[in-house]
């Protein structure tokens, strides 16, 4: 299995290898990722979890 990542709708990759990941250039306030486990087709895995979306808030640090 592999995962596809979206990041804002805009931006997607496929992760392949189970390592710590970093995302840059993600612009300030909200964000939105969504991970899909896919078959080694390409399509998405049948299963009640299957994609999963998650949104966080980026902000300033107050004390810089």
């Known amino acids: ?3 596809q990542v979206d990041i804002n709708g ?3 990759i496929v992760v392949d290898q189970w390592q ?3 995302i840059e250039g993600l612009p300030m306030g909200d964000n939105k990722i969504k991970l899909t486990l896919i078959d080694k087709d390409g399509n998405p895995v049948d299963t009640p979890l299957n994609p999963v979306e998650r949104v966080f808030t980026l902000q300033e640090d107050p004390a810089e």
């Open 20 to 22: 710590p990941y970093y």
């Open 10 to 12: 805009e931006q997607s």
């Open 1 to 3: 299995y592999k995962v």
